[in-house]
């Protein structure tokens, strides 16, 4: 499968990590990237809060470059914020042919709006390269629990998005249960993580994280996986400064690593710590990785090897109570046998 | 040459404030064959029509035109007096509705009595051009079906086999009763549900007038008013119940015991041979085929070794009858939305503890999984903070649908009384976006709800997550106070919408009648007809037709019984005489017809005509007259114009078209 990348701002800098992680598997699983030519700035902060025009026009652009030079060949966007910025101005391209037509004229080029735009996870939902990835995986992360948490961009609003259910998605689940780890059931999985606020509003945004947090922890997640450059920022970043907070108050740290699902996956199939860009995380990832590889591997019986462990079971149980009888039976004829002589 | 008269009615202000029926009145003296004009303040009145006859032989009128409201609101009226008190057939008459189609719609007699004088001319115009038509008698089958057996069907049953007329309940399920057994209590008098439902179940079985179908559906209805041949398919219950007494030892003795409990809400567990709940009607188990071992892997067969009479029979078939009925009632319920579907903020069923409102009925009875102990599922413990947030589906045309469900606010205020009643210092929060309680003492149990510590919350839950204690931390705001609220719940009680079952829509093409777009059927009237639909003989009673709560479902199934009962006490019934009629000469028989009619009333049969003084044999359309409802879409799918709508043929409709254009 080939796919237009469109590296957005934070490719080579906040996400990095999630650049160098996915470039590994990429490699690994027979995923080919083009990068899109002469991309721009896909909007995000500030295009849309200017003009809906602007708004449109800014991703249209990248998406009419991609599509000149790959033809219908789909467009990733890696970064959350990117690719809800680049499916707004699909949606409404494909929306009404006006608005197609308008978006043409304001980027001054033709954009016929057939490529589709995915995210980071989107590829590895393709049953041909879930399957290479599964038989690529050679340092499974045994029974790993991973709160995977989505945020807000890749979900909402379902009418760009149409990710498979906005308020309990489950796809991402599904990425990283080929790693061998195994997801938890959490809430707060497509909760705020005050991202936005990040910089102009650090004490709103504190308690959002936190909350995250310790949902994750109490769920029983050892780690968190993200597929957003924001969310993993904010959340891997403001741990330390959470649990300095907390300490103050006399509250346990919270001590979780935040991963990007494509490190789960990188360090699966083999990736060095370096490779998978595990190396630049602000909470240590590396040794509770090399800890799960090493867990005895718990395999789940199917319901009719469950069965036939049961029948099983029973059988030695009755062949049990048999010989208990018999020895019963024979132990007073022993005796009667004894005080005869 | 015809000899019309125009009676322009005031009704008061309603039509004189907005048109001057004077100057419709002179105008109308020099349209074509118009013999006489005259106005009445009130043309429906005795005065009014006594004005009308009196014309009418004085004038020697042999048409009639009447300038008043909607022909739907006083046409038959306005028939018969023609057909009582003149010599007029009933049909040379035509309704102008200078009303609700004029002057209700404008506000000057600038605009308004133009238009009513161009209104008055095309029903003057179709006038001369109306023929007489005759009614003929329809005979009537002194027997009525009921489709479905929940408390609307029981009380339909109940009241027509009262009348004395047999009556057949038709029920898909093993029992009849419905969804009312499985409730615990019902609002405002918090009298038990079972107790008074049950008893009606049992009068039904003992009633000699009352036949019962469990586990039937209706394949197949052919015929019209009075003649119904329904075929029904009752399917097999393997077992004989002539020679079931209803010991019940099957039950006891089936080694299939873990089929989740369809009663209980799937809180309990049952047998693969079942009676649902011990006052179950019939009151004999059914095997259920699709679990049933001997069934499905053919080995087991413990029920027919315990049966001490023999009744059981895995070699049990499916029967199918066909018996004529004069009238069908349509009491198919409603079930509750599946939210788990819908819902992932709040867990999409991956929560023990979040249940539905059916599943808290069952959870607060005493025959209920618990015996009537207010436990959580997940773990047999008392919840001490139970939230119950209202109007899940309901109003919420994104997720769910857009209408009220209408009895959910009692219940809801029901099951927090039931909570803070039987769990003592208990909490109960109730988020809600409106709280509607329009009924008999429906407000004042509200109130008292509200006044034993109910914390009514107006606001929706965002999200509801389950900790690692247990607790369920629902997530929502206040819109009242604009404050985000949080609270931790040990259980959460899902009000959710009622939605029509399934198969709806597939009942509404067996019988042949409409479904609104939410999935309901559509009554004729909302307000004047409404438990008759549009297609003659059929009725609706109960949750088929909208949500309501049990006091509405029993009043309109008495309704619908009455209508029932008035129709099969006559000997006939007159047909609707406006119906497609088709002229053999012009038909092609080429079927377009067939094709069209939402009443299956037209087929195409052999007919030996004469052409062109000789014999021919040739397939032609032939209308059934009590089937055709008059609908005219045959005749606009007529290519060589050979289907004509009595009362409304081809040429009327061209005169009134051309009378408004030559104006």
């Known amino acids: ?341 | 040459m015809s000899r019309i008269g125009v009676f322009v009615c005031h009704c008061g202000t309603n039509i004189a404030g907005t048109v001057d029926v004077e100057a419709v009145a002179d105008a109308a003296r020099q349209m074509p064959n118009v013999a006489y004009a005259g106005t009445n303040k009130y043309m429906c009145s005795a005065q009014g029509q006594d004005y009308i006859v009196d014309i009418i032989k004085e004038h020697n009128l042999d048409r009639v035109v009447i300038a008043s409201c909607s022909p739907r609101m006083h046409e038959r009226l306005f028939r018969k007096v023609l057909a009582e008190k003149t010599d007029l057939n009933p049909y040379l008459l035509e309704v102008a509705n200078i009303r609700e189609q004029c002057s209700w719609v404008h506000k000057d007699k600038q605009i308004g009595t133009p238009k009513a004088i161009n209104l008055v001319a095309m029903a003057v115009a179709k006038a001369d051009c109306d023929t007489q038509l005759f009614t003929h008698e329809i005979p009537v089958t002194k027997r009525a079906l009921i489709i479905g057996g929940g408390i609307a069907g029981i009380q339909a049953a109940l009241d027509i086999a009262d009348a004395g007329f047999p009556v057949t309940i038709v029920e898909r399920k093993t029992t009849i009763g419905g969804k009312m057994p499985m409730l615990d209590k019902t609002f405002p008098t918090l009298d038990c549900s079972a107790c008074i439902s049950t008893p009606k179940m049992s009068e039904c079985e003992a009633h000699p007038l009352i036949e019962i179908k469990t586990l039937s559906e209706v394949e197949k209805v052919e015929g019209y008013i009075g003649n119904f041949d329904v075929t029904i398919r009752e399917k097999a219950k393997y077992i004989d119940y002539d020679k079931c007494t209803g010991c019940g030892m099957c039950e006891t003795k089936c080694p299939q015991k873990k089929i989740p409990s369809e009663f209980n809400q799937g809180m309990s567990t049952r047998t693969a041979v079942y009676k649902p709940f011990p006052q179950a009607v019939p009151s004999k188990p059914t095997i259920d085929a699709d679990h049933c071992r001997m069934l499905t892997e053919g080995k087991c067969g413990v029920c027919a070794k315990v049966c001490p009479t023999g009744a059981i029979d895995y070699q049990d078939v499916d029967r199918v009858t066909t018996e004529r009925y004069g009238a069908i009632v349509l009491a198919t319920g409603y079930e509750l939305i599946d939210w788990t579907r819908l819902y992932g903020e709040y867990g999409g069923g991956r929560y023990a503890d979040v249940i539905s409102g059916l599943q808290f009925e069952r959870l607060v009875n005493a025959s209920g999984p618990t015996e009537g102990h207010i436990l959580r599922p997940s773990d047999g413990t008392e919840p001490k903070t139970m939230v119950i947030v209202k109007c899940v589906g309901s109003r919420d045309p994104h997720k769910g649908v857009p209408y009220c469900s209408r009895a959910c606010c009692m219940y809801g205020a029901k099951h927090a009384h039931q909570f803070m009643d039987k769990v003592p210092g208990g909490k109960c929060f109730v988020f809600y976006m409106d709280v509607r309680t329009p009924g008999k003492n429906y407000d004042e149990f509200y109130m008292n709800t509200l006044h034993e510590g109910a914390r009514y919350i107006r606001g929706r839950i965002s999200k509801i997550t389950r900790r690692s204690d247990g607790k369920l931390v629902c997530l929502g705001e206040d819109t009242l106070s604009g404050n985000v609220v949080e609270v931790d719940a040990d259980m959460v009680v899902l009000e959710t919408a009622m939605v029509p079952p399934e198969g709806a829509k597939k009942l509404a093409q067996t019988v042949n009648t409409q479904l609104g777009p939410e999935g309901f059927f559509t009554e004729a009237h909302p307000k004047l007809r409404p438990v008759e639909t549009n297609t003659g003989g059929l009725y609706l009673a109960g949750t088929a037709q909208g949500p309501k709560d049990i006091p509405d479902t029993v009043a309109q199934a008495g309704a619908a019984a009455a209508k029932v009962i008035g129709l099969l006490c006559k000997q006939s019934i007159e047909s609707n005489p406006m119906v497609a009629h088709v002229d053999d000469s012009k038909c092609s028989g080429c079927g377009a017809c067939v094709d069209i009619c939402p009443y299956s009333a037209v087929t195409l049969v052999e007919k030996t005509l004469r052409e062109n003084s000789r014999k021919v044999t040739r397939t032609v359309a032939q209308v059934n007259e009590g089937l055709c409802q008059g609908c005219g879409a045959c005749t606009v799918a007529c290519r060589p114009g050979a289907s004509d709508l009595l009362g409304f043929n081809d040429e009327g409709i061209m005169r009134e078209v051309e009378a408004y254009a030559t104006r």
């Not at chain 1, 978006?103 to 016929?112: D, R, T």
């Not at chain 1, 707060?188 to 606020?197: I, L, V």
């Not at chain 1, 009755?318 to 020895?327: E, I, L, N, V």
Request: aromatic share 6%; hydrophobic share 40%.
């Open chain 1, 1 to 341: 499968m080939r796919y237009a990348n469109f590296p957005g701002c934070s490719a080579s800098t906040t996400g990095k990590a999630y650049t160098e992680s996915f470039s590994y598997v990429a490699r690994h699983a027979g995923i080919e990237i083009d990068e899109v030519p002469d991309w721009n700035c896909c909007g995000a902060s500030a295009g849309r809060l200017q003009s809906d025009d602007l708004g449109d026009a800014l991703p249209a652009r990248s998406l009419a470059n991609a599509e000149a030079a790959f033809g219908d060949e789909p467009v990733l966007a890696l970064c959350a914020g990117c690719y809800s910025n680049l499916r707004r101005a699909l949606v409404h391209a494909r929306e009404s042919e006006d608005r197609r037509r308008q978006i043409e004229a304001l980027i001054g080029q033709p954009y016929e709006a057939k490529a589709d735009v995915v995210c980071g996870i989107d590829p590895f939902l393709e049953p041909e390269v879930a399957q290479t990835v599964k038989a690529r995986v050679t340092q499974p992360l045994n029974g790993l629990k991973v709160a995977c948490y989505y945020g807000c961009a890749l979900v909402r609003p379902r009418a760009l998005t149409t990710f498979d259910d906005e308020e309990d998605p489950q796809s991402m689940e599904a990425v990283v249960k080929l790693t061998g780890a195994e997801p938890v059931e959490w809430g707060s999985k497509t909760e705020c993580c005050g991202a936005s606020h990040h910089v102009s509003n650090p004490t709103a945004m504190k308690p959002l994280v936190e909350r995250i947090l310790a949902d994750a922890i109490d769920a029983g997640a050892e780690a968190i996986a993200t597929a957003c450059p924001l969310c993993n920022m904010n959340l891997d970043m403001r741990e330390a400064e959470i649990n300095k907070a907390r300490a103050a108050r006399g509250e346990a740290p919270l001590d979780i690593p935040v991963y990007f699902f494509a490190q789960l996956l990188a360090s699966a199939m083999g990736a060095s710590d370096a490779e998978a860009g595990i190396t630049r995380n602000f909470v240590p990832g590396s040794s509770l990785l090399a800890e799960a590889k090493t867990r005895e591997v718990v395999v789940e019986l199917t319901p009719e090897q469950k069965k036939a462990a049961r029948i099983a079971a029973a059988k030695k149980q009755a062949a049990a109570r048999k010989a208990a009888q018999a020895a019963a039976a024979a132990a007073p004829a022993q005796g009667k046998e004894e005080a005869h002589e």
